[in-house]
């Protein structure tokens, strides 16, 4: 299995900071990466896909690149909807897996 | 917009058995696959299963493979989730999910484009 592993596991911050998550996996995937935002008590939701296509929807202070075994998350100018945490995952080969999340807080 | 609506969770001895459903609303169901994932109360993400959108093929992560089955129901835009022989490590909020490239065959390659709110399928004596 291919194992995802992100940098930091937590990470403080304050409304308008520009802050970077980077994720690792263990073999290279191409740019077969995803990463995905989740509230409490909230499902998942889909922010970047293919390492650094945004999706719908999303704002544009979001941003990702990377490719191979190395990727990084950016949020540029964070808001206050945008504490959370966040998930990398990767589509290139089954099992599909998830690294163990990044809590961004204040 | 789309709408995934799981059901069919809740309380269920060890050994015992427990079908998800999940009705898809606002696209097109048949050209796409589905997913199910899954979130152990306060730890990560974990991959379930894949069903392929035209219901040919199926993949499950290998610790589950052949306790869980996946399917569907084009003509009530409907997949369902079959677990079998359920453990207390198995509880968790299950999640269905669109997969995010038309007509995917695999389920590499692709992303959790939608998610259900999920259903909590807690194993326990």
């Known amino acids: 299995d291919i194992q995802m592993t992100q940098s930091p596991s937590s990470l403080s911050a304050s409304v308008g900071d520009r802050v970077t998550i980077s994720c690792r996996p263990s073999?290279?995937?191409?740019?077969?990466l995803n990463w995905y935002q989740q509230k409490p008590g909230k499902a998942p939701k889909i922010l970047i896909s293919?390492?650094?296509n945004l999706e719908s929807g999303v704002p544009s202070r979001f941003s990702g690149s990377g490719s191979g075994t190395e990727f990084t998350l950016t949020i540029s100018g964070l808001q206050p909807e945008d504490f959370a945490i966040y998930y990398c995952?990767?589509?290139?080969?089954?099992?599909?897996?998830f690294g163990q999340g990044t809590r961004l807080e204040i | 917009q789309v709408q995934l609506v799981e059901s069919g969770g809740g309380v269920v001895q060890p050994g015992g058995s427990l079908s998800l459903s999940c009705v898809a609303s606002g696209f097109n169901f048949i050209n796409y696959g589905m997913h199910w994932v899954r979130q152990s109360p306060g730890k990560g993400l974990e991959w379930v299963a894949f069903i392929r959108h035209d219901g040919g093929d199926d993949y499950y992560a290998d610790s589950l493979k052949g306790r869980f089955s996946i399917s569907r129901d084009d003509s009530k835009n409907t997949v369902y989730l079959q677990m079998n022989s359920l453990r207390a490590e198995d509880t968790a909020v299950y999640y269905c999910?669109?997969?995010?490239?038309?007509?995917?065959?695999?389920?590499?390659?692709?992303?959790?484009?939608?998610w259900g709110r999920g259903s909590l399928v807690t194993v326990s004596s």
């Open positions: 999910a669109k997969d995010g490239i038309w007509s995917g065959y695999y389920p590499t390659g692709g992303y959790f484009e939608h």
């Open positions: 073999q290279s995937i191409s740019n077969y």
């Open positions: 293919s390492a650094s």
């Open positions: 995952q990767q589509s290139y080969h089954t099992p599909l897996t």
